[in-house]
């Protein structure tokens, strides 16, 4: 359906067949100068143009409205119509513009981003909570999770997808390049969790995994001496110094993305050993109770590589120097 408006610069625009579009007026002046407005009906999920009809024979306290209702898809038409009319350049005034919905829009495809979301989860619910729902009542009540993952927030490695951690399975904590800062610094969410799945929940295994191509480790690769004191990406990222300066003491003749590589991998074990520096991790590792584990997830070639510390093996070292791994495999 074509709708013709008066603005000078649009000529028309058109509202779907579907569209379910209502006149508050049943009269539309036609040759009447036309002005109209966008706004979002929360109610109804849809989008309002508010159109006022003034008669230039009549005074101008005495307007017409007319209204038309159009879906979600259609919005985006309907900025731009408003930019039009406006006469304001699109490019200078859409983000401002977006930011008026309550939704958010997938621009290339004219959708609610929350839509396949939602399928997700009452995906989940049908397939998952509602088949396991004893389980998920246990869960309610309490956790009891063996593993604590500190994985990297990269959003290409997410644990749960790649590993398949089911809800319970495993108390994670995800940084800027997976790192574990020393007993002796100060308090990070990294520590806490350390803390509270280690003491409270008795996890029996830490898990940390690193990730090919982490931008994280490419920014302390890339940093000159000591960090920028306004920038938070440096000042977490020196938390991985020693692995940087042992990757440069064997492969600085490598091409830089190597260089990374390397580092990726040192910096897991450089955290494990951190770890052992926890004195109440390091008493339950001695007892037996607890085991620490690292991960290298490769996302270009699809491989993951996992070892174990040696406690007994690592005993023996100076300490600064490394750990002893042991039950290496790659999947």
């Known amino acids: 359906m074509l709708f013709r408006c008066l603005v000078p610069c ?54 017409k409205k007319t209204h038309l209702r159009f879906p979600t ?25 977006d930011r008026t919905y309550d939704v958010t829009i997938d621009r290339e495809n004219n959708t609610d981003v929350f839509d ?74 990294t520590k806490a969790a350390l803390e509270f799945s280690v003491n409270f929940l008795n996890v029996e295994n830490i898990l940390v995994i690193g990730h090919s191509r982490c931008g994280g480790i490419q920014a302390l690769m890339s940093m000159k001496g000591e960090p920028d004191s306004s920038s938070f990406i440096q000042n977490w990222v020196i938390t991985g110094k020693k692995a940087k300066e042992s990757t440069k003491a064997v492969a600085s003749s490598l091409h830089f993305d190597h260089q990374c590589q390397h580092c990726e991998k040192a910096s897991i074990n450089h955290s ?14 001695r007892k037996g109770s607890l085991s620490l584990h690292g991960g290298y997830y490769d996302f270009v070639n699809c491989t993951f590589e996992k070892w174990t510390v040696d406690y007994e093996g690592s005993r023996g070292k100076k300490e600064g120097s490394g750990i002893a791994v042991k039950n290496r495999s790659v999947w």
Request: glycine share 4%; net charge positive.
């Open 10 to 63: 649009c000529s028309r625009f058109e509202i779907p067949n579907s569209t379910n579009f209502f006149l508050s007026t049943t009269s539309f002046m036609a040759a009447s100068p036309t002005h109209f407005s966008i706004s979002h009906d929360h109610s109804s999920s849809t989008s309002l143009i508010h159109l006022q009809n003034q008669s230039i024979f009549s005074s101008k306290d005495s307007l």
């Open 73 to 97: 898809s259609s919005r985006r038409k309907s900025v731009n119509l408003q930019l039009m009319a406006s006469g304001k350049t699109p490019g200078l005034t859409q983000e401002a513009n």
């Open 272 to 285: 494990l050993e951190k770890l052992l520096g926890y004195p109440w991790i390091e008493e339950k590792v």
């Open 116 to 189: 396949d979301m939602k399928h997700r989860f009452l995906a989940f619910k049908k397939h998952k909570y509602m088949d396991n729902l004893e389980h998920f009542k246990n869960l309610a009540d309490a956790q009891a999770p063996k593993f604590l993952v500190i994985a990297c927030a990269d959003s290409r490695v997410c644990p749960s997808a790649v590993l398949g951690f089911q809800p319970g399975e495993a108390f994670t904590v995800r940084n800027i390049a997976n790192l574990v800062p020393s007993y002796e610094s100060g308090p990070t969410e």
